[in-house]
Every structure is written in structure tokens, then in C-alpha cells.
């Protein structure tokens, strides 16, 4: 069956986490998409980020966490997220500053077009 791994890496967003959160699964919801995973990785946050976090990931298992020992930035730290998905998996990255909607992931989404890469320019 076919997944989606949705990587976001990021350091202290607690104010935009929630409603990252809560737009890209009520989206997945909307469009019936079941198979995914979002790994959050925590780039050494000094703010509530990880406080945040850890409650929901126990609510629900699609949220992972991988968290930082010291901060290495955004490359490294997408690079940790990659280690820890399965190869099958479809995947992508977004930050969750809101800057990209992260519904356009469900919207654009295709499990059968396994020969095409997305991408999206920001005009």
C-alpha cells in the first residue's frame, strides 16, 4: 500500500505547529488519504516546540519526532527524516511557517503517477 512521509523540519514554530497540524489532517481527511506519516524534526528549539509536540504524538501515531542533539540546520536535519522513512514511501518537505499551505499536498497528491516529481513555485 502506498504511504506518504511528510518531513518538516523546524526550529522554534509552537505558535504555527497547531495549525499546521490541524490543516494538513483535516485535508487528508477531506480527500480520504489514510497512508501518511508526518515526521516533525526539531532542530534544537529553544522555545515550547517540542512541548508541543510530544502530546499529540502520543495521541496519534502518524506523528514522529525526531529530535536534534545540538542544532544543525535545515539540510541535516531533512537528511535525518530521510534515514528514517521507508524507501517505498512517497515524500515531501515542507516548513510549517504557513508560508506553503500544507494543503497543497493533499490536493496535488497522486499515489498512481509514480514517475513524476511536483514541484510548486511561490509567485
Request: with cysteine.
Amino acid at each position: 500500500m502506498d504511504k506518504i512521509s511528510i518531513i518538516v523540519s523546524y526550529r522554534n514554530e509552537e505558535e504555527n505547529l497547531g495549525t499546521f497540524v490541524y490543516n494538513l489532517e483535516k485535508e487528508f481527511k477531506n480527500k480520504k488519504i489514510t497512508q501518511y506519516e508526518i515526521i516533525f524534526i526539531d532542530d534544537h528549539s529553544s522555545d515550547s516546540s517540542l512541548k508541543f509536540l510530544l502530546p499529540l504524538s502520543r495521541k496519534n501515531k502518524k506523528i514522529k519526532i525526531i529530535k536534534m542533539r545540538k542544532r544543525f540546520g535545515h539540510s541535516h536535519s531533512i537528511q535525518a527524516a530521510l534515514e528514517n522513512i521507508d524507501s517505498k514511501n512517497f515524500c515531501t518537505f515542507i516548513d510549517c511557517d504557513l508560508q506553503d499551505p500544507p494543503d497543497l499536498i493533499a490536493k496535488y497528491l497522486n499515489f498512481k503517477d509514480k514517475k513524476n516529481t511536483i514541484h510548486f513555485i511561490r509567485k
